[in-house]
Structures are given as C-alpha cells and as structure tokens.
C-alpha cells in the first residue's frame, strides 16, 4: 500500500504492526516513513525515537530505522545505526554497502573504500558495491579494480544487470587512466545494455515538457495572496551532473542555511494539493491552490524549526518551475546550467538509480536535452532576472566572484571560504558524493573532447535540432 501511494492505508496496517512489541522490528521504520511521506515529521522523529528505547532487534530494523533517519535529516544517527547494524550481522554484504554509502556522504572515503572491500570479500556477487567503491576515489596506475573488473566481466554467466553496474564501473576507472578508448567502450556497451532493459519512449517526456510550458505558470487570484513568507526557500535545479551539488555544496557552508538534499518535497505538495475532476495531471496542478500547496510544502520541508535558509537540491525540480514561483513567490531559483556536449556525456556517462531514462542513448539525449531547454527559455520569459542562472564553467573558473553572486541573490552573507568545499562537513548522497571532497577543480570542463572520436552521432542529433555547439564539436 505504502509504494502504491495509499498512504493512510499503509498508515493503519504498520501502526498494527508495531502495537504492544517490546522488541525493535523493521515494522518501526516502515511506520515512521509512512509518517514522514504524510508530512508528520515530529511522529516520524518520535517513532524512531521510541523504537531505539525497545530490546534489541535484527540488524534488519535497524536498517530500516537508520533509512529513515537520513530522510529525517538526522545523518549523526543514521551512520551510527549503520555502524550498529554492520555490528549486529557482519557477514550481510547489503549492510557493508550500506554503511559505506553513508561514509561516503560524510566524506569518509577511506573509510567508505574499506567497507566496500568487506562487502565484496563477503558477498561477490553483490555488484552494485563494486561501481560504489570505483566512485570514492581518482584510480591510479598503482591502485585500481581494472583487471579485477574484467575478471567479472568475461564471465558468460554474468547477469545483464550485473554486466550494466560492472561496465560503468570499469568505464569509469579506465577514465581516471585516461585510457579513454577503451573506457567510452564500456561506457557505450553498459549504456546499451541499460537503455535496452527499460520500457521509455523519449515522446512521452518530450510531451510533457512541453505540456508543462502551456500550462504555466497559472497566475494566482487577485484574492489568493499569499499566507506566509517563502523567502527563506532556494530551489537549485538543473540537468544532472551540471554542478547542482557543488552550488548546494558552496551555499551550505554559509552561516544560517542548510539543505534538505534531493527530495520530492514540492511535487509531493502540489500532487497532493492537486484537485480531483476533468483535466490532466498538468491542467490539475496549475488549479491547486496556491497556498494550499506552500502549506503542504512547509509541512514536508521544515524539519526544524528555526529561520535558516532552506535548499531543495533535486534536479528535476525544473519541472515545477511554474508551480514553485506561483506558490513560493518570493522563494530563490538557481537554475545551473552547463556547456551542452559536456553535459549530455557526464549524464551518458553515470549510471543513475531509476531516473534519468533519456541519458542511456545519444538520440533520446539529444530529443531530451531541446525539450529541456525549450522549458527552460519558458521560465526565461516569465521569470526574469527573478531566476538566478549559474555557469557551471565560470564557477569552477571564478568560484569566489560567482559564489558571491549566488550569495548575494539568496540574501545570505558571502565568506571566501565557502568555495573550500573539500574542507565542508556537510552530508550529499549524490552521484557526485566523492567528487564534492576535492577541490573545486576545472577539469570536467571540455572533458568531451577526450571522446571527440566516438561523439558524432550525439554531436550530429544537437545539430539536427539546432543546438549551439562549440566551434570544434
């Protein structure tokens, strides 16, 4: 009931679950995330709370207990029930990956590689451990899974799930050796192989995005002002693997702002604020009440109280544009934007959990990416200079002149160190976890032209459409 979106229903059935247990079970974290899908944060926080007062459970509740806790924002304590589960169950190689996850959202990368090897010594076939641990650091010459990686590989009985997670793997070592060749090989093959395992028709996305244009933004009523004070929320969205996290990154380590991280915190408000009757999904939206959806927004977003800057970091939040500025007035929008080619191969190029499914052909990128930037020349025009849009190649160039101007946009105090990101104690789970622990670094940009020999048919599906391109492209 819970993963069909019946959540009241799911609500009932795991408050039974729990009722009159003295032990700690995996009914507890199931319970506080149904409560926290409904935007009762202070029950989710309290059931978890009571559940760790019970005996001890199986490392499986405890698990469930440590996920939840880092949706609640409660990092502290997911990485230590983390640690606690590992402790209770050490040969469960799903828990190693788990808790290295977790030590690499801190930033613990050696700490995280360690866990990664633990995991793999125990449980080999658990692939996904091994793109995990290729992530955490630059792989050199002296120290690298390249061989390790084939070994799997050359297996005829490797599953093709495995054979996808293992590509991009030794796709992406085989980059840190700049043997570039032999990695855009793995990276192509692992790409095919992925787009092959799903049902997407790049049309139905292209519809929408363009749905979504007439549709918005819908004006609010002369009588429908708005209830509260938005100001204090910054949306960063943008394509992924365009410099979002490093943007949040640099924000973050400003005094009175924090992030929630990537969520579905607004089209959850706007879904639910959505009214029922005639009309699509879009034509219902833009008639949700506008402060109907901050509300229900404000309900999922502040998870404390306090009057701290609050950033949601989820890419896709470009869909909602419309949506924001006409429930969140006077909320921030930093709109990252990156070179094209550049930005298409970093998406082609990254394994993604179940999103993104444009980004595994170079033809649904090309059809994705003009779609994107028709939405995007939509906001443009109805937002103004009120939208912030930061150049991913002038940031990495300039990152105090730009820092500052996002600073000075979200109305918080600039500091120089902000742009020390590697030095930052801030928690990111993205796929750009590792890479936010270094020094902001230039070297991503132009990265396309290592594989100018294998892009033409990308390059040639921008061109068809129109699309700008470096003069070398």
């Known amino acids: ?58 490392a499986d509740a405890y698990d469930a207990l440590a996920h939840v806790s880092m949706l ?60 995990l641990r290729s992530e955490l650091r630059i792989q050199t010459q002296e120290a690298n899974h390249v061989d390790e990686l084939r070994g799997h590989l050359s297996d005829p009985a490797l599953p093709a799930r495995a054979r996808v997670v293992l590509g991009y793997a030794l796709g992406k070592e085989l980059d840190d050796l700049q043997r570039f060749d032999e990695a855009f090989h793995w990276f192509a093959k692992s790409a095919d192989s992925r787009r092959r395992q799903l049902a997407y028709n790049v049309a139905a996305d292209e519809f929408k995005l363009a749905r979504i244009s007439e549709v918005f933004p819908a004006a609010r009523s002369e009588n429908e002002k708005p209830t509260q004070d ?72 502040d998870r404390r109280a306090g009057d701290q800057k609050v950033i949601e970091k989820l890419p896709m939040n470009y869909l909602y544009l419309g949506a924001i500025r006409r429930a969140l007035p006077s909320s921030k929008i930093l709109l990252v934007k990156r070179q ?77 160190a902000a742009i020390e990101v590697h030095k930052s104690a801030s928690v990111s789970f993205t796929a750009s976890a590792a890479q936010i622990r270094r020094p902001i670094y230039g070297t991503s940009s132009g990265r396309w032209r290592h594989y100018r020999a294998h892009l033409g048919p990308l390059v040639k599906a921008l061109q068809l459409r129109g699309v700008p391109l470096p003069h070398d492209a």
């Open 72 to 131: 609640l924002g409660e990092y502290e304590r997911s990485n230590a029930l983390y640690r606690r589960v590992v402790q209770i169950d050490p040969k469960e190689p799903r828990f190693g990956y788990n808790l290295a996850s977790s030590e690499r959202s801190f930033g613990r990368l050696v700490d995280a590689e360690v866990a990664c090897d633990h995991a793999i010594a125990l449980g080999p076939t658990h692939y996904a451990t091994y793109l």
């Open 340 to 416: 094209v080619i550049d930005s298409c191969f970093a998406m082609y190029r990254t394994l993604f959990d179940g999103a993104y499914p444009f980004s595994y052909d170079f033809e649904d990128l090309a059809r994705y990416y003009v779609a994107y930037d028709n939405l995007v020349r939509h906001w443009r025009k109805c937002f103004g200079d009120t939208m912030f849009e930061v150049d991913y190649e002038s940031l990495v160039r300039d990152p105090g002149t730009v820092g500052a101007g996002i600073a000075a946009y979200c109305d918080v105090q600039w500091v120089p």
């Open 230 to 301: 938005s100001s204090r929320y910054i949306f960063i969205v943008g394509l992924p693997r365009s410099g979002t996290t490093l943007v949040e990154h640099i924000l973050t380590a400003l005094s009175g702002v924090r992030s929630n991280g990537e969520t579905e915190n607004f089209s959850r408000a706007l879904i639910s604020a959505a009214p029922h009757g005639s009309g699509d999904l879009f034509v219902r939206s833009a008639a949700a009440d506008a402060n109907t959806v901050a509300a229900n927004y404000s309900r999922f977003a």
């Open 1 to 58: 009931m819970m993963r069909a979106g019946r959540l009241h229903e799911a609500l009932a059935f795991a408050e039974r679950a729990v009722e009159g247990v003295s032990r700690c079970v995996p009914a507890h974290g199931m319970l506080a995330t149904i409560l926290l899908h409904l935007g009762r944060i202070t029950d989710a926080e309290t059931t978890v709370c009571e559940a760790l007062k019970h005996r001890q459970g199986t």
